[in-house]
Structure formats: C-alpha cells, structure tokens
C-alpha cells in the first residue's frame, strides 16, 4: 500500500475581520480591530441596528468615553510575530435580545465585519450574507 499525506492548510485568522457571536458577547477579531485607526484609544462601543440593500447588520460605534447605552470594550492584545489586539462587549440580556438563544450559547457563531465607510469609528456586522 501507498501512503499519501494530507496537505493541511491552516487559515490565517489573525489577519480574518470577523466578529464572533455567543457566550454572551460579540467578540471582534484581531483583523477586525485593524479596521479601527488607534483602535487602542476606544474604551467603549455602543451597539447599533441597522439594514444595508436591505439585508440586517448590526453597527459597533467605538468611543473613548462612556457614553449612554455603551459597553465597555474588554481588550486582549495578542503577542505572536505582531501586535495585534481583539476586544469584545458582554452583556448576556442584549445578546439575548439581539441573538436570542444563539447570543447566550456556549459556542460562537462568526460573522463577516467591514468598516463603515462615512463613519471611521464604526464596524458593520454582516448578518446575512
């Protein structure tokens, strides 16, 4: 018999813009904060509902203060061969108002994140495609 070894392919997720839906919090990905300019500047985020061509997204607007109806962004900075951080917003009752059982489960669902090209402190969460 001749053996022939699988070629596995890991994608590269550190560079991916993504957010990751579940546990009770949206998580942004490395990528998706290198949209934000300075995004280390942004302490807080307000969630915002919205449609494009028709189809639902959901609108992080990031800001540096507190302001009324914002999270506060937990950030991670990640050390690999670059600097890179992610953050995500926790708040199990909007979760479970925007997702419903999926915002609170104990497992993710990702979604594709584009920066809002008229507001540079705004990521768009696409959910539908």
């Known amino acids: 018999m001749k053996w022939e070894t699988v070629e596995i392919n890991k994608p590269k997720r550190k560079t991916e813009a993504f957010a990751s839906v579940g546990r009770s919090a949206i998580t942004l990905s490395g990528g998706a904060c290198q ?3 300075d995004f280390p ?7 915002m509902r919205g449609q494009i061509d028709g189809k639902k997204v959901l609108g992080i607007r990031l800001l540096e203060n507190e302001e009324k109806n914002s999270l506060r962004i ?3 900075k990640v050390h690999n061969e670059v600097v890179a951080y992610s953050g995500s917003l926790n708040s199990k ?3 479970e108002e925007l ?5 609170t489960q104990n497992k993710v669902t990702n979604y594709s994140i584009t920066l809002d090209p008229e507001e ?3 990521l768009i969460i696409h959910l539908e495609n």
């Not at 500047?41 to 969630?47: L, W």
């Open 41 to 47: 500047k942004y302490t807080f985020g307000q969630i």
């Open 35 to 37: 949209l934000i300019a």
């Open 120 to 122: 540079r402190n705004v």
């Open 99 to 103: 997702f419903g059982i999926i915002g």
């Open 74 to 76: 937990i950030k991670r």
């Open 93 to 95: 009752p909007v979760m």
